[in-house]
């Protein structure tokens, strides 16, 4: 069975830090990967996904992500956060015409 | 681009009562999707529809039914309110799918709270 583990409820770092949210998957295939973002009180935007080739995917807003088939691991990276980017984060696994399992969410909070 | 509206933005329910919530998209897409969200929680499939008058099943589908009347619009119906309950209903579409790699593009949700 497939899953997805987002580590980290909540992450708190300064305007202009840089930024690594984790996510774990569970898989005895490489999934279909993605990074979804929901800004308060919206729906899910996707910001990233990846199936194949460079293991390091960019997405929107300055945004990548790298698979790790070895750590079974996508996590999301930002070298230097603005305040906007504060929303809850999710990363989402899914197998060609299966389910889409989404993580519980991490919760970015990006300090003034 | 295209736009995925959900109605009612804010629901208010009595236990036992039957709600509906209703989502249009303009993408044109094949399948949608209803998602519940619960607080700090990820999202979890109720039921999703690969095309008009389709419905399949997903992993939270007891307590709910829905119906997809036309390509655009996809209904989701709370057959029996829980008291106290409190979660947000995504609607979300992708072009073809279901679950494949087409991005799925969501409404800004409706906010359920059963007094």
């Known amino acids: 069975a497939q899953s997805v583990t987002q580590p980290d409820a909540r992450v708190t770092v300064s305007e202009g830090a840089s930024l690594q949210l984790r996510c774990k998957y569970s898989?005895?295939?490489?999934?279909?990967l993605f990074w979804y973002v929901q800004y308060p009180r919206q729906g899910l935007q996707l910001l990233l996904k990846?199936?194949?080739?460079?293991?390091v995917v960019q997405g929107v807003n300055g945004f990548e992500a790298e698979f790790s088939k070895s750590n079974s691991s996508f996590h999301l990276r930002k070298a230097s956060v603005h305040w906007s980017d504060s929303a809850v984060y999710f990363c989402?696994?899914?197998?060609?015409?299966?389910?889409?399992?989404f993580g519980d969410g991490t919760q970015l909070v990006v300090k003034p | 681009g295209g736009i995925i509206t959900q109605t009612p933005k804010f629901l208010i329910g009595q236990e036992g009562q039957k709600l509906t919530l209703k989502c249009q998209q303009n993408?044109?897409?094949?399948?949608m999707y209803w998602y519940r969200q619960d607080s700090g929680k990820g999202l979890r499939l109720i039921y999703y529809?690969?095309?008009?008058?389709?419905?399949q099943k997903g992993d939270l589908s007891e307590g709910y039914d829905a119906s997809r009347e036309k390509k655009s619009s996809f209904s989701l119906t709370v057959t029996s309110a829980q008291k106290n309950e409190m979660a947000v209903f995504l609607c979300?579409?992708?072009?073809?799918?279901?679950?494949?790699?087409?991005?799925?593009?969501f409404g800004p949700g409706t906010r359920l709270l059963v007094l």
């Open positions: 979300a579409s992708s072009i073809n799918g279901p679950f494949n790699q087409d991005t799925q593009y």
């Open positions: 898989s005895s295939v490489t999934p279909y």
């Open positions: 990846y199936y194949s080739g460079d293991p």
């Open positions: 989402a696994v899914s197998i060609s015409n299966n389910r889409i399992f």
């Open positions: 993408f044109n897409h094949d399948t």
């Open positions: 529809s690969i095309t008009e008058n389709d419905l």
